[in-house]
């Protein structure tokens, strides 16, 4: 059965703090990992991670893969409140439509 | 920017009744889901759907779920008759294609059975 683990669950830190967010999994079939933002509603997406070792940015965000250690890091450096969230990894599965599974997500509050 | 449009954003609905819950998807997107979150718990998948058929459906889309593109834009999740435990947030989402593109999700319906 695929697995999803994201660490740590929850995490309070301060405006200006880096912050690295962890997702382990165990997936047949391995197509590609997203990661989304949660805010109050919609989950958004960040990035979409394929290949091992090769990062991806955007702007203070950047994401990196191990497809031999079966995970990805989610890094946030200067943190705004802004960045406030649950961040939540997700894999497509299954044939055809690739249904997403999701891990349960890290909770990250930013304090000013 | 293309979004995924869901309404109506809160629903409240005796147990018992039907509901629908609308969708209109990104319009060349070709690929359909349906997704649902219980507060304080996972985003699970619901069901897929493409070429107006379903694709694949969880063990949770059971007899009392149906979807439904009624037209060339709309996409809507009926679930009969409601029971508590249909108290979610309810996404839906749509791809452009499967192969490695990114879904996205609408703004979600929070559904409330009373």
């Known amino acids: 059965e695929d697995k999803v683990v994201q660490s740590p669950l929850s995490l309070v830190v301060h405006e200006g703090d880096t912050v690295t967010l962890n997702c382990s999994y165990e997936?047949?079939?391995?197509?590609?990992l997203l990661w989304y933002k949660q805010e109050k509603k919609a989950p958004t997406f960040l990035f979409m991670l394929t290949s091992s070792g090769i990062e991806k940015k955007s702007g203070r965000l950047s994401s990196i893969l191990d497809k031999k250690e079966l995970f990805s890091i989610l890094n946030i450096t200067a943190t705004q409140t802004g960045d406030s969230a649950i961040y939540l990894c997700?894999?497509?599965?299954?044939?055809?439509?690739?249904?997403?599974?999701f891990g349960t997500g890290t909770r990250l509050k930013v304090l000013a | 920017e293309p979004e995924v449009t869901q309404t109506p954003s809160h629903q409240v609905t005796q147990m018992g009744q039907e509901v629908i819950l609308r969708c209109v998807p990104i319009s060349n997107h070709l690929y359909f889901y349906w997704y649902r979150q219980i507060l304080g718990q996972k985003v699970e998948f619901l069901v897929s759907f493409y070429n107006n058929e379903i694709s694949e459906k969880s063990e949770i889309f059971d007899d009392q779920f149906s979807v439904e593109r009624p037209d060339g834009s709309n996409f809507t999740l009926k679930i009969r008759s409601t029971k508590l435990e249909d108290s979610a947030m309810y996404f839906c989402a749509s791809t452009e294609h499967t192969a490695n593109t990114e879904a996205f999700f609408g703004q979600g319906t929070r559904l409330t059975v009373v």
């Open positions: 997700a894999f497509p599965t299954g044939s055809g439509t690739y249904k997403y599974i």
């Open positions: 997936v047949t079939n391995f197509r590609s």
